[in-house]
């Protein structure tokens, strides 16, 4: 039987602690639910009266039922001028009433001596008195050796006996912080060798966690390494969100622990929800997704050269290291300048066209996105744009309007104020005219809204759609204020998203063909739903 890892997550607490990362109690709680659901031992849900956010968020979560994962209360090890029994950290860690407190206390002497201002002996007590006082009043405790690793590259024998008086105090499980982010994988193997040796020496049964943070991007490297070295708690955050540079993030932590080192997580069972998961908590973050992202991430298994996706069409395990539905992802075919006649097939499968290989309309599909794709267009973030051009290629599509005319009109009246804007939509749609009008926060929202103005009674569904993103591009610099601009449209209605491109020297023309094609997508796709 594979060994079993313990996952304890921090993104409450420690997440909390990135620039613009901030979380609601409800959306906490909603947080939780997620963990728990997918299996997470421990999450840290903050340190409990350090705000009224903190103290409303454990006061509601003693009416949740996690079937799961243990909530834990964080803070700091007594004050050194109170007893514990007196001291309001350690009160308000037990108000919360979790069935997991995980207190920190210094393993660098320096931050003993210059932090606390304290003797070192005296740094030793108040870590022992304060979890020998919690230990009989709560089920899980847990011991944060925060700067361990500084501190034993520093003085190892006080760093080493910190952790000797956490164990005398009753920490089941004692966790190496790398606070700075500092340390390299190659330094982990000596120190944790240590460690295991020392705690062995303690006289009873305590584990091993690592805690890493990503200033020297190797949290997830240096966490693995722990694991593999010993360690039986991992200590992470959804995404890797944290203070400065992040924490080790979970969501590569989680799948190398099982697929790729052979241990059991409880999370096992449940982790083609770790997709879902690692976006809910964007989401509710109200932070872009990082398409980048290892394993979780929109491009993490996405294929743009050609060579590289006939070969996945064949064995995924070309270009893949695993496949991207164990965790809930899925693969993409990238249309680009690179592509070639298996991107373009792998895009009709998906989008239940019939083209073959050796179907005349494929060298002309293929010809003309180079083309497009030359003048500046760019499709990897404009499906909906290829989906499109494919199907008119293919004689499979007829836009649902015909534009006569536009016109958008600036009036700046006063220096003082925004300018007023207004645009005009000329169009024809099944055989009827529309001459619409409509004002708008600038000249595209404005085409937006005559546009709209003029297709709604025409097609009502169009009122559940809605821009959420919008981005300008200048493709070549070197003609000033006359260069090409490429405008990328994100859409989405009540059940899917879309990406739409258009290109040209002047921006609003630009914004208008992404804006067709997106209202053309919408309607196409409820047409086929209809179906």
């Not at 001596?113 to 022992?128: G, K, P, S, V």
């Not at 997830?220 to 992040?246: D, K, P, W």
């Amino acid at each position: 039987m594979s060994r079993f890892i313990e996952l304890y997550d921090t993104t409450l607490r420690d997440g909390t602690q990135a620039e613009n990362f901030n979380l609601s109690v409800d959306d906490k709680i909603k947080v939780c639910r997620q963990l728990d659901r997918i299996g997470i031992d421990f999450i840290e849900g903050g340190w409990p009266g350090s705000n009224p956010l903190a103290v409303e968020f454990f006061k509601q979560m003693q009416g949740v039922e996690l079937k799961q994962a243990k909530l834990a209360a964080f803070g700091s090890t007594r004050h050194f001028q109170k007893q514990p029994q007196e001291d309001a950290n350690l009160q308000a860690l037990l108000a919360a009433k979790t069935p997991a407190v995980t207190i920190f206390g210094k393993s660098w002497d320096i931050h003993v001596i210059d932090a606390l201002r304290i003797q070192l002996e005296d740094n030793l007590q108040i870590i022992e008195d304060s979890l020998a006082y919690l230990r009989p009043q709560v089920q899980h405790l847990i011991y944060d050796a925060e700067h361990f690793f500084d501190g034993f590259k520093n003085n190892r024998e006080y760093c080493l006996a910190t952790l000797g008086r956490a164990i005398a105090g009753g920490a089941e499980t004692v966790v190496l912080c790398d606070t700075n982010g500092g340390t390299l994988p190659h330094e982990i193997p000596a120190i944790m060798e240590r460690v295991r040796q020392f705690v062995a020496e303690q006289g009873r049964e305590v584990k091993i966690g690592i805690h890493s943070h990503n200033d020297s991007e190797t949290a997830v490297a240096n966490a693995l390494m722990g694991v593999e070295l010993g360690a039986s708690q991992v200590q992470g955050t959804i995404n890797g969100f944290g203070e400065r540079c992040g924490n080790a993030n979970l969501t590569s932590i989680i799948p190398a622990l099982i697929f790729k080192m052979g241990l059991e997580c409880r999370v096992g069972k449940q982790i083609d929800q770790l997709y879902t998961t690692a976006r809910m908590v964007n989401e509710l973050a109200n932070l872009p997704h990082n398409r980048y992202q290892p394993y979780v991430g929109e491009s993490a298994f996405a294929h743009k050269g050609g060579i590289h996706v006939s070969a996945v069409q064949r064995n995924p395990v070309t270009y893949e290291h695993i496949a991207p539905e164990k965790i809930g992802n899925e693969r993409r075919i990238l249309i680009s300048d690179q592509s070639g006649r298996a991107n373009v097939l792998m895009k009709a499968q998906k989008y239940g066209l019939n083209l073959e290989n050796d179907d005349p309309r494929m060298a002309a599909i293929v010809s003309e996105l180079k083309d497009l794709e030359n003048n500046g267009y760019q499709y990897e973030a404009a499906e909906a744009s290829f989906e499109l051009l494919m199907r008119r290629a293919l004689g499979l599509h007829q836009d649902y309007f015909e534009l006569e005319a536009f016109r958008v009109m600036n009036h700046k009246y006063d220096v003082t104020k925004n300018p007023l804007t207004e645009a005009t939509v000329r169009l024809w749609v099944n055989g009827q005219a529309e001459h619409t009008a409509a004002m708008g926060d600038g000249p595209v929202n404005a085409l937006d809204r005559a546009l709209r103005k003029a297709l709604t009674r025409f097609y009502p569904s169009l009122e559940d759609m809605e821009l959420t993103d919008y981005k300008v591009r200048v493709l070549t610099g070197e003609h000033g204020t006359g260069a090409k601009v490429r405008v990328l449209v994100e859409s989405r209605d009540l059940d899917n998203s879309w990406g739409t491109v258009g290109v040209s020297v002047n921006i609003i023309e630009a914004s208008w063909q992404a804006l067709a094609d997106s209202i053309n997508y919408k309607l196409m796709k409820d047409e086929k739903s209809h179906c």
